[in-house]
């Protein structure tokens, strides 16, 4: 089967020249969760919209379900539900009027109530949007966006100013919906989330594809770490030789030193023993592999050196 979604080569330049999207090509198969991630101002919005059909490219070329979303929008619309980032309803209307309302202008829309029951909105069906909190104004953005039933679903930062529960909440509802099927691409700040959800993802920087892949592949070759305080009396030079613990980089902030190592079990032993043998106690210790978080900075600071 196709994919769902293609780009090809994608750009987008603002009025005034600047280039948010600089030519980036990725694809997303039926059924998969794909995740965008990127510091602010990335171009993580930018692409999104394209996808959405919102604003044409300026250069290279978007697919979804087969057709060209800004040309095509009345073929595609109808199979996509969008969460934008800010939703804007009308706040004089209930959650209960606002849904209706949306549900007039969607074909095949679910029943009201059934699309507050997924979001977990019941409980605020009478209140008046403008009364709801952030977190409650995402989970109705949500809803709106499930109303039609859709293939594709759009989500942008769906879980930004939800308490931790509503992010676990929100994050089983969207795993539901891609075991039922749905695609989805999504946008998002937390790694965690992303680590939680994708199937695969990519790290936009600058408004270019930095690294894609599973999250294990983003994560492969990435230095693990390692931090500890130096003990009373010690100094950095009184540790054992760090290159031959394979450690790769370091750094002490205060008494504390942070390492890096792409060998953790041999750094981490050879550290171990050293304190052993020195009879002092690592206070702080904190030995991690490496994580998408680690990835997400390290490619961030690459980047900004390259581009310094
Ligand atoms: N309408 C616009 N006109 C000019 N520049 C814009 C416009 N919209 C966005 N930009 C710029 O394009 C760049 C990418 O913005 P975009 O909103 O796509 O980033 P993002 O990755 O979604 O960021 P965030 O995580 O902060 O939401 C930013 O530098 C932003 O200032």
Redesign the pocket.
Known sequence: MTDVIEAEGLRRT???G?E?VRGISFSVAPGELFALL?T????????VELLEGLAPPGGGAVRVLGHDPYRERAAVRPRIGVML?EGGFPSDLTVTETVRMWAGCTSGARPVGEALELVGLTGRAGTRVKLLSGGEKRRLDLALALLGRPEVLFLD?PTTGLDAEGRRETWKLVRELRDSGTTVLL?T?YLEEAEQLADRLAI?HQGRIAAEGRVADVVAGRPARISFDLPDGYHLGDLPPLGQLGVTDHESVGRTVRLRTNALQESATGLLLWAQRAGVELRGLDVRSASLEEAFLEIAKEEKEQTA
Do not use: I, M, V
Request: aromatic share 10%; charged share 15%; glycine share 22%.
């Open positions: 603002y009025r005034g600047f948010a990127g602010n101002g990335a171009g993580k919005t930018s692409t980032q930062e946008t700040h936009l």
